[in-house]
């Protein structure tokens, strides 16, 4: 198994990181813009931090459809707020949400160590930004689909073979591209160009991409597959994004994005001790 290096921490075999979600964005689909403020943003960060998580993820557009936000716009949204994050919080490990190699260049210089590609290198430039100063990436898989935008209809005829397969690609391009094949994590990109029924699949037959090697990031916190699997509305998602962190723990994946950050460190603790990896906190019953 790849050590995965981000920033001055290293993720070894039987790590699970948890990635807090803060977005500064007013529209979110999660919080409609409750971290959109700058100190509320920063309150965010601190309270992840002691609940257990080892990066926080910061994003200045909202991944669905919206009002349009400009390069510009998205830079004053983020780049000084990462250079906050960074000065308050030394080690915790920063990735910054973008699909813009703009965004993605300013809010390394400010601190950022992972470039977040949730739009499957859209603009290549995110790659070189990358390259050059030496941050993590995180390739990932939307089936073809321009930012901010919903798939109709996507047809696979093996969806997991077929995601899998790009993202070995994407991953071994990056390093041929000179980005360190330590900080390289894959995401199968849950919900992004697929059907629920696809995401699903994608969660069963998990252990097939993170078999490939490559360290996996799932993010899987309230996402629409969950609530239409338990026709659920956002605000009532957690106990299914739970269950499903908790297979994709088992079958390998190593970084979860996450919205609710003590409960995913705790199912992933729970996992991570019946896998053997992590001994019990307090083991004194019959003791």
Do not use: Q
Request: proline share 5%; net charge negative; charged share 25%.
């Amino acid at each position: 198994m790849r050590a995965l290096k981000l920033g001055r921490r290293t993720f070894g075999e039987g790590d699970y990181a948890v990635m807090a979600i803060v977005n500064r964005t007013p529209d979110s689909f999660y919080d409609s813009g409750a971290t959109f403020e700058f100190d509320a943003a920063l309150a965010a960060v601190a309270s992840a931090v002691a609940n257990g998580a080892d990066i926080v993820d910061i994003g200045g557009v909202k991944a669905g459809e919206g009002p349009e936000v400009s390069v510009a716009e998205e830079i004053e949204r983020v780049v000084p707020f990462v250079g906050a994050v960074h000065d308050a919080h030394p080690e915790l490990v920063i990735s910054i949400d973008t699909w813009r190699s703009e965004v993605a260049r300013e809010a390394v210089a400010a601190g950022a160590e992972l470039v977040n590609d949730t739009w499957a290198g859209w603009d290549p430039g995110v790659v070189k930004v990358a390259a050059d100063t030496g941050v993590g990436l995180v390739c990932s898989h939307t089936g073809g689909l321009e930012p901010r935008t919903v798939a109709s209809k996507p047809v696979y005829s093996d969806v997991v073979a077929e995601v899998r397969a790009e993202l070995i690609g994407r991953a071994e391009a990056a390093v041929e591209a000179g980005v360190r094949a330590d900080g390289v994590l894959i995401d199968p990109t849950h919900d992004f160009g697929k059907t629920t029924y696809h995401s699903l699949d994608l969660t069963h037959r998990l252990d097939e991409i993170t078999e490939t090697g490559w360290p996996v990031l799932v993010a899987l916190s309230r996402k629409d597959f969950v609530g239409e699997t338990l026709d659920l509305p956002v605000d009532r998602r957690l106990n299914g994004t739970l269950a499903a962190t908790a297979v994709s723990a088992w079958l390998g994946a190593r970084v979860f994005r996450a919205h609710d950050v003590a409960a995913t460190r705790e199912v992933l603790d729970m996992v991570a001790s019946i896998k053997g990896s992590r001994p019990p906190k307090n083991p004194h019953r019959s003791l």
